[in-house]
């Protein structure tokens, strides 16, 4: 029987006799599939079949680390995944400008992502240009950009095109797959630091448990209920935040932290409207908060340095 039959029977019989599959079946399915020993169709039924049942962090991290070893490392610092978009009441992608201020103040930053244009939802690309943020055309492109302005935006279908591919199952299937996790933690970039968002209680802690299950131990990410789902933290909420480190994965209580005496720019590159400057201002420095924390360890300090950056943007 082929893998990707074997792998439907597992997770597909009746309630007693299924079961999730392990790290070596995902990744061995996932690298056939991606191979071209297996159909568009098997693939999305067994996907259907996983999601029903609730991924478990051996099938993303197999999936993930199938399609690791076919996209680049391009030697970021930060990685940033831009797939939910962002609801229009809930404000414009201003996570973008909390990573424009990161890659200023030195730190090689790549954002990865996917525009679902039939959600309707405000995404990344569509706010590139006012941020002077270059949208690769190639993995090669994005290098250079890294190297010569420190951010870059790398379509997924410039790296996986099989995964936008997978994620368009969407619309023809009406259902989410698997694979929206999956794109999150690719990391083409090869960042030691990385963010994760996402909006469905039991995916932040999914996300980071994903990362130590691949093993990479140089690797820390930082996972949250993101706004919208997206890489951006809500500073409005309290929340259990998830990270993992090189020595496993560990859990923060971080309270809402709202400042109503906080620089607000002259200008603002988003258009916000003057009731929600604040509110923007408060979300980028959280954002790059979160994010620093991935390598300092410290909220505290992590907040101080994103406090300090954002006032500096704001002078």
């Not at 996570?95 to 201020?101: G, Q, R, S, V, Y």
């Not at 020595?247 to 971080?254: F, I, L, P």
């Not at 400057?277 to 410290?298: G, K, P, R, Y």
Request: hydrophobic residues 40%; aromatic residues 10%.
């Amino acid at each position: 029987m082929s893998t990707i039959l074997e792998c439907i029977r597992t997770v597909g019989r009746g309630e007693r006799g299924r079961k999730p599959l392990t790290f070596d079946q995902a990744y061995k399915v996932m690298d056939e599939y991606l191979d071209g020993h297996a159909e568009d169709d098997q693939m999305a039924m067994l996907l259907m079949l996983i999601r029903v049942q609730n991924e478990t962090k051996q099938e993303i991290a197999g999936f993930v680390k199938a399609f690791q070893s076919r996209v680049p490392n391009l030697g970021a610092d930060i990685d940033w995944p831009c797939y939910a978009g962002k609801r229009p009441n809930a404000g414009q992608p201003w996570h973008l400008l909390a990573a424009k201020l990161l890659a200023d103040d030195g730190y090689k930053v790549l954002l990865h992502g996917y525009h679902d244009r039939p959600a309707g939802r405000l995404h990344a690309e569509d706010y590139l240009e006012s941020l002077g943020i270059e949208l690769a055309n190639s993995p090669e492109h994005a290098k250079a950009l890294l190297e010569e302005k420190g951010i870059a935006y790398l379509p997924l279908s410039q790296f996986a095109p099989q995964a936008e591919t997978m994620i368009g199952w969407k619309n023809r299937y009406g259902l989410r797959t698997p694979i929206n996790t999956v794109v999150r933690a690719l990391n083409p970039g090869g960042a030691k630091i990385g963010l994760r968002g996402s909006f469905h209680p039991g995916f932040q802690q999914l996300h980071a448990e994903v990362e130590s299950e691949i093993g990479l131990t140089s690797h820390a990410v930082v996972s949250y209920k993101g706004q919208s789902g997206e890489s951006e933290y809500n500073p409005k909420v309290s929340q259990t935040v998830w990270v993992s480190t090189p020595t496993g994965v560990e859990s923060h209580y971080w309270t809402e932290r709202m400042l109503t005496d906080i620089p607000l720019p002259k200008v603002c590159v988003f258009g916000t409207a003057e009731k929600d400057l604040n509110m923007m201002a408060n979300t980028v420095v959280s954002t790059m908060a979160a994010t620093l924390f991935a390598e300092l360890n410290d909220y505290d300090q992590a907040f101080e340095k994103a406090y300090k950056l954002w006032a500096s943007y704001c002078a």
